[in-house]
């Protein structure tokens, strides 16, 4: 494992409810490498934003309990961090872009002296280098007119051009790893289009790694070298972005990629997967995605499949590629 | 062509801005700006563009419930903007909406009969045991069990919320339905479950829909002709195998360029649309699309183009002038950079090159 990698271990993060606790993610593995960009997908309440969130350290104890996994940094496990320790590496190392950039930045506060804050925190540099290096982010995420930027709040900015200026203060600090959650959901299919294309472009410039969080497997197939499919807090698939849109092997994964309408393809019955999704902590035993899945075997409801490798660095849980299994059907 | 079941004739819906010491009107947003567009029955009618073009607003006007600044909306032979009070009720009958977010479009504290019968109610329709049992069959119809009528809307999912709204647009037999951004809160596996749903209830009851969406994929699958619209004025109108196979507005050429297709073997360079659309309040003079056209000409930025007529197709901009000469004397291109690079790499232009030797032989 190269030094710069992320990898997480078999996480598992509960929170605790009126009704105990409840598992939100159950045994995700994961594995970043340098200068990679994995696509994580799923529905909304797959778990795949919480295991965002715990790579951050940004999910606080209680309600939050980890009773398993680890997330291994530079070797060394960023669950048994403290806060202190965490927050050297927070917009340092590992920085986060998120879903709604109005909501996240801060509306008092110029767009300068948000850039500059992180660099404050994490660099002995005096005001005027901070400046600097603040405009040059701004020349970077290809904003027009920086001076006048600068001393903008973020109300007179457009939906992109915030979102713009949050990727400005995550590469700030020349971060190792950038966590986009659902970076460009909130925007309109043009900007979607300006904002992706300019991932692209820094991500080159800057040689970090990329975790792409999102529910739409067009930006996926748009941007990512590597896919993992999340669903109820498990991840059922992960593979190559060429190796899963081109035979993807869990039925979710074939569902969902069916039920997507394609331009040019009109009018007829959509494919879809039924029923909805079960609610986290219902699924005690089993696989669960049994009820909805359209090859469910007996087995499927008394034991919980593994994660298997069924071709080269391509993985699946289900009991489908399971020879074992199979054979005794 | 028949009487068509909706006609919009040059709506315009400008909403006033205050501001200043003494609350005075500063100003207008031109929300939609002149749009004409005609609906046959049983068709899926889609309006598509960014946020802030004007569909949604456009979706209230046709239903009344934004009163339009100017222009006509005929459905179904009556005409809706000329009629007020009580005869507007019932006439509302035949025109129902469903909207996008089925958290926010419930009443928390109504149980589900109640949400339904509400309609029943307000249009004085049968007896209490005719309306339950008609709550009863279209919860069926919606594909939901007719025992769930005494829950509240907090015990059903959100594709499940979706199918209520859908069943209290549905329950007063309506002619016509605005979906406005109906499957867009939803998440893919429950979407296409809707979209399902919407075509199986436009056959069995003879349904007329205007589909309002940001979502071209979803567009493409479920309207039979698609409105492409723009800062509050309709771009291209065309049969949706014409607009998806030959765009040639510059507009709807960049805005299927956008989209993200869900295969990576696609992934090309594209020629992505810069800058913002502009603010609605202070739209561009000429040309609404000009500050943003990869093929803006000199014209674009002093007049505005009308929608005319093209073979198939309605469309206003200017390199398409009633005629189809690509470049008329004198309209001189003011980016030729563009065009070049416009015109490589992007299948859809080779198609729209065909498209326009198809249509000038």
């Known amino acids: 494992m190269n030094h710069d990698d992320l990898e997480i271990k078999d996480l598992c993060l509960e929170f605790s409810t009126e009704n105990g606790r409840v598992r939100v993610v159950n045994g995700v593995s994961l594995q970043i490498k340098k200068g990679e960009t994995l696509g994580l997908v799923g529905e909304s309440g797959c778990g795949k934003s919480v295991t965002a969130m715990s790579i951050m350290r940004l999910i606080d104890t209680p309600p939050g309990y980890y009773p398993e996994g680890e997330i291994l940094y530079q070797g060394e496990d960023l669950l048994k961090k403290s806060e202190n320790q965490m927050s050297k590496i927070r917009g340092n190392d590992i920085s986060m872009i998120f879903q709604e950039p109005m909501t996240s930045l801060n509306p008092v506060l110029r767009i300068g002296e948000q850039i500059e804050e992180s660099l404050f925190i994490h660099q002995k540099i005096n005001k005027k280098e901070a400046k600097e290096k603040a405009l040059e982010m701004i020349r970077k995420v290809r904003i027009p007119r920086e001076e006048e930027i600068y001393r903008s709040y973020p109300h007179e900015l457009s939906g992109g051009m915030r979102q713009r200026v949050m990727i400005a203060i995550a590469l700030a600090c020349d971060p190792n790893l950038l966590i986009a959650d659902e970076p460009t959901t909130a925007l309109d299919v043009t900007i979607q289009a300006q904002i992706l294309e300019l991932m692209v472009k820094l991500k080159e410039e800057i040689d970090a790694s990329i975790l792409f969080i999102t529910h739409d497997l067009g930006v996926v197939a748009e941007m990512c070298d590597r896919v993992a499919v999340m669903y109820s807090g498990e991840i059922v698939e992960q593979g190559e972005v060429y190796e899963i849109f081109a035979s993807p092997k869990h039925p979710y994964t074939q569902g969902l990629l069916r039920s997507i309408p394609k331009i040019g393809k009109t009018r007829g019955i959509l494919p879809s997967i039924r029923g909805q999704v079960p609610m986290p902590g219902t699924i005690k035993e089993g696989c669960k995605f049994r009820d909805r899945c359209d090859y469910v075997m007996e087995i499927c409801h008394r034991e919980e499949p593994g994660f298997m490798e069924i071709a080269n660095g391509h993985h699946c849980r289900c009991f489908l590629y399971s020879e074992e299994v199979m054979k005794d059907e | ?361």
């Not at chain 2, 479950?193 to 003879?206: A, M, S, T, V």
């Open chain 2, 1 to 361: 062509m028949s009487n068509p079941l909706v006609a919009v004739k040059n709506v315009k819906k400008y909403f006033p801005v205050y501001g200043g010491i003494l609350n005075k009107e500063v100003g207008q947003v031109k929300a939609v700006d002149g749009v004409s567009l005609s609906i046959q029955e049983g068709e899926t009618f889609g309006l598509v563009g960014e946020s802030g073009c004007g569909k949604s607003t456009m979706g209230k006007v046709l239903l009344s419930l934004v009163e339009p600044t100017e222009g006509e909306v005929i459905i179904n032979g009556s005409n809706w903007t000329k009629v007020k009070g009580r005869d507007l009720i019932s006439l509302k009958k035949d025109a129902q909406i469903v909207f996008q977010d089925p958290y926010s479009s419930l009443n928390p504290r109504m149980k589900i009969i109640d949400i339904l019968m509400e309609p029943l109610n307000a249009h004085k329709i049968g007896t209490k045991k005719e309306r339950i049992a008609l709550v009863e069959g279209i919860m069926e119809k919606v594909g939901l069990n007719r025992k769930q009528i005494y829950r509240y809307p907090h015990e059903f999912s959100g594709g499940q919320r979706q199918r209520i709204g859908v069943a209290r647009a549905l329950i007063l037999n309506p002619k016509l339905i605005v979906l406005d951004e109906a499957v867009s809160a939803l998440d893919v596996s429950i979407q296409s479950q809707i979209l399902n749903l919407l075509i199986q209830l436009q056959d069995d009851f003879n349904l007329t829909y205007l589909f309002i969406s940001h979502d071209l994929s979803v567009i493409s699958h479920i309207c039979d002709r698609v409105g492409v619209m723009y800062l509050g004025h309709l771009m291209e109108v065309a049969d949706v195998s014409t607009l998806y196979e030959k765009p040639l507005h510059p507009y709807t050429l960049s805005l299927l360029e956008a989209v993200p297709v869900p295969d990576p073997t696609k992934r090309r360079k594209k020629k992505v649309l810069e800058g913002d659309v502009p603010s609605p309040s202070n739209p561009p003079k000429g040309c609404v699309f000009s500050t943003r056209c990869p093929r803006v000409m000199e014209v674009c930025r002093e007049k505005r183009p009308p929608l005319v007529h093209l073979a198939e197709r309605e469309i206003a901009c200017h390199l398409y002038p009633g005629g189809l000469e690509e470049n008329r004397p004198g309209h001189k291109l003011l980016d030729e950079n563009a065009l070049s690079e416009n015109h490589q790499g992007a299948i859809v232009v080779e198609d729209k090159k065909a498209a326009i030797e198809g249509g000038s032989r």
